[in-house]
């Protein structure tokens, strides 16, 4: 039976679905971009600063579902500019342990929701 996952310290969903679902022993986040959760506006700007916002709200999904980060097996990143792929990959880097780095996919999109930089999905395991 699929849960509902509702996490206060990251930005409450901008449209029809949900921040995260669980169902098993997996969690499917949807996608988090750079939003601060306090004012519910985007206040980062560049993309080391907005890719820091990101993964700070992917970590609240994250704990909310009782998870963190080691868990993660699968993430998809998405970029306005690939020219922002090694900045990115500073920041998004920090937040995985060398042994317990995910699979993921990182695309180039031509605009994302609030026309931020940035936007990162992950899939963790829960049991």
Do not use: H, W
Not at 89 to 98: C, K, M
Request: hydrophobic share 45%; glycine share 8%.
């Amino acid at each position: 039976m699929a849960r509902k996952i509702e996490a206060d310290k990251a930005p409450a969903a901008i449209g029809p679905y949900s921040q995260a679902i669980a169902i098993d022993k997996f969690l499917f986040a949807s996608g988090q971009i750079p939003i601060n959760p306090e004012t519910g506006k985007v206040e980062a700007e560049g993309i080391k600063a907005q890719a820091e916002q990101v993964m700070k709200n992917v970590g609240a999904v994250l704990n909310a579902a009782g998870t963190t980060y080691g868990n993660v097996v699968k993430t998809t990143c998405y970029l306005t500019d690939m020219a922002d792929f090694d900045a990115f990959n500073e920041v998004y880097g920090g937040y995985f342990i060398e042994n317990e780095k995910p699979a993921r996919s990182c695309v180039a999109v031509r605009q994302l929701p609030k026309n931020v930089l940035c936007e990162v999905e992950v899939i963790a395991y829960l049991g």
